[in-house]
């Protein structure tokens, strides 16, 4: 049986090439695991991927775990404040261990410093009609009936529907 011979021909994969570049600027800063980084909202999940991003990981000297800086805005941070625990054990399971041993969040306009600039990406508001309950539909008819002109009747019940289906607050 014939060897099988490399079919790229002395071409290397540009992930192979830029492996140890990525894993030295990231250990750099502090993430030795770049996984962390690349699949942050894999990690903890979209809604906090879109609130908070990782800064840097920075250990003690002599002690044991590490702290990990996260960035946010201002009005988010004492969401994330309550959700600490949790960010860290999702973290930890990245690493394998705990090698986190204290998330520090700190904040930052959305527009930010010129290298953390805080830009997250926000999931878009959901803009589909909810459906009108039997009632207000019933309700809208009796009030757009009087009117005359079809257009404007339909007009009318589409907004008297919408209004009686707000939820009163």
Known sequence: MA?????TRGFTRSATLLQDRIKSASSSRGFEQS???????ETVGEDTAA?????????????????????TTGPNAPM????????????NAVYGYNAISRIVLTQTAPT???????SFAHKPKD??????????VAEAARIAAPVGD????AALEALAKNVLSKPKS
């Open 3 to 7: 060897a099988r011979r490399a079919t």
């Open 35 to 41: 996984r962390l980084l690349t699949q942050w909202a």
């Open 51 to 71: 609130i908070a991003r990782p800064v840097k990981v920075s250990y003690t000297r002599g002690g044991f775990g590490a702290t990990l800086t996260l960035l």
């Open 80 to 91: 994330l404040e309550m959700q600490k625990e949790k960010l860290r054990e999702k973290v």
């Open 112 to 118: 930010g410093f010129s290298e953390g600039q805080a």
């Open 127 to 136: 803009y589909t009609p909810k459906p009108h309950s039997p009632e207000a």
């Open 150 to 153: 079809d257009g404007l009747r």
